[in-house]
């Protein structure tokens, strides 16, 4: 639950109001209860529902983690790798013969 503040601050709520619906002051004459007051048992009833309310709140509106798409290269980024052949001279451009290791028209030393 990633809401759990709300979710506590309902809890608090609902346990305030338990406790307050409870409360009562009695009076008695010579030691005997003749009548209970529940001062605050409208208060309680009114907290215990919006500690509900909250608690409700936290559990059904907690964010929920995405799952993470598998990262796929797209074509335009995916690298190439070609096998360069040395068939013509990168000076002059002449053709090379297979095998050459300098240019027989410029001299330039051909790259292996």
Request: with cysteine; charged share 10%.
């Amino acid at each position: 639950m990633a809401n759990v503040g709300v979710a506590l601050v309902g809890g608090v709520l609902l346990l305030v109001g338990f406790f307050a619906s409870f409360y009562y002051e009695s009076k008695a004459i010579f030691g005997i209860e003749y009548v209970r007051i529940y001062p605050y048992q409208n208060v309680g009833i009114a907290l215990i529902v919006a500690g509900a309310v909250l608690i409700g709140i936290g559990a059904i509106y907690s964010p929920q983690k995405k799952p993470q798409q598998p990262i796929v290269p797209s074509p335009s980024a995916t690298t190439y790798s070609f096998a360069v052949d040395h068939r013509f001279c990168a000076f002059c451009g002449e053709k090379l013969p297979q095998g050459a290791t300098h240019c027989p028209k410029c001299g330039t030393v051909v790259p292996s």
